[in-house]
């Protein structure tokens, strides 16, 4: 009973499902106590089968069938059937004595019966449970070496029919059939085990496809049929390792796979995995048949992936950066990750030349990867190059006039000692996109943001009035002019804060609040008091029924 307490109750299960888990103490039914174990059934909205491990590997655990549960959260249900067990906690000892006992008598009483009566039971067992009936026909056919018997149940047991409505395998009944695909893999990995790994690897591969053709109807949202498909692979490469099929036709299948001749997005399968299997002989037709693919299909997701992979592991540069060339983004993206692998391999001028390329390529300088750009002003700045850094985020600032592409102009200039010239011909862009925006409502955001970024206040509220600006524009505006224009700042505030009088909400009167405050400070720095008591006075009459704003209200003192 090691590490079952209501400390590790709250951490597990964290405090809102430990909290909620003090409800469902009284919707336990069924509690049995195993040596080691304890499992449940939990009545709410729905029936849940929980069970907590006491004292696994890793400590308390537990496991549920609730949807929270089955995304690998401790819910409440367990905290409910934890609660109930160290409730017991004297008696628990006892409980899990008395399991043992058990065990060890089921045990002693089946090795003492006669095979007659041992061969019934089990028949009995079988007839009454039809998983364990499955299981022991795919043992037999194993043991008789009946290849086709074991397809056929392999196949019977990732049929969806059983529990398919309307030909679809519904989320309720998705994990009972991931566990039923689980089977045929334990199958598999039998075969394997008893010296048949020839047929597991044929076994496999019809799996993989059938498994392929079945997710397309399972709503596998809690990704079961993933795990089955990841111990599939598994079940193969192990197989694989112990036959030591045809080198040449194991790297034939493993590229076949690999683009796609099986697409169930389940199996991931990476060739270079099987190295060791397929030695010399097998991955000199891995790398040729690649290639083909690729020459085949130089854009192809799936044959990129696979030349990359096999270029990158025998270390040939080369051949990764020809493979990302055959297919050139126009925004310069992949560009950019042949400059980064030539500066792994400290070709350094080479991935100069790359990046820059990218830049010259790109059809919109707007739409050009930003981290393009920003490589290859670091790349400048490091070879003492200022002017080509000031000039790349001249021509982007031109093309993509944002707040950031400035910041990024002014930073770059100010470090090659050019900033008032470069803040002139950016300001005069920002001012002519302004006065194109002067009839939106919008105003001109870059520029007002450029001149309050610039700490040029006076410059940003003559630009606001006479383009216009965005109400939290004029807000920072009022913010930073207020104590040396306070009717300026006022009368921003007064208009900002007109609007809202008229909306509901907590996060509205939030605002309000704060509008009145600075309402209030403007106010005070102009000695007219009086007439923010008379405001203040005429708003609260106006919103009196608006409880949570009075209350907030009065929570500042106004």
Known sequence: MQGLTEENLKLLAGPRSYERGLGYLDALSGVEVGDGWVTASVHGTERYEVELTLDGPGGLSGECDCPYGMEGNFCKHLVAL??????????????????????????????????????????????EDWQLRRRLELRAASSRGDLSAVRARIRDLLDIGPFARYGYVEYADARAYADQAGQAVSAIGALTGSGRADDAITLAREAMRLLADAVETVDDSDGWLGQVGTDLAEAHHEACRSARPDPGELARWLVGHALGDVDDGLTDIDPLDYEEILGEEGMAVLRKLAVEAWRGNRRGWAEKYLMERLAKAGGDVDAVIAVHAADLSPNGHTHLVIAHELDTARRFDEALRWAERGIQDARDLAAVDTALVDYLCDRYNQADRLPDAVALRRDHFGARRTLLTYQQLRAAAR????????????????????????????????????????????????????????????????????????????????????????????????????????????????????????????????QKRKRNLMRLLDQHGL
């Open 82 to 127: 934890g609660l109930t067990v160290l409730a017991q906690r004297e008696s628990l000892p006892r409980q899990r004595k008395a399991a043992r006992d058990r065990a060890q008598d089921l045990d002693g009483w089946l090795s003492g019966l006669p095979k007659d009566e041992l061969l019934a039971l089990v028949r009995e067992q079988v007839g």
């Open 415 to 542: 470090a090659a000692d050019c900033w008032p010239a470069e803040r002139e011909g950016a300001l005069a862009l920002l001012r002519a996109d302004a006065e194109q925006q002067q009839h939106s409502r919008y105003g001109g955001p870059a520029l007002i943001d450029a001149l309050l970024d610039d700490k040029d206040t006076d410059a940003a509220w003559q630009a606001a009035t006479e383009t216009g600006a965005h109400d939290q524009q004029w807000l920072t505006l009022a913010d930073q002019v207020r104590a040396a224009r306070p009717a300026d700042a006022l009368g921003v505030y007064r208009r900002l804060a007109e609007p809202l009088t008229k909306q509901t909400g907590n996060a509205i009167y939030e605002q309000l609040t704060s509008l009145l405050l600075s309402i209030r400070d403007c106010h005070r720095r102009l000695d007219t008091q009086d007439e923010f008591t008379t405001y203040l006075t005429a708003l609260r009459a106006d």
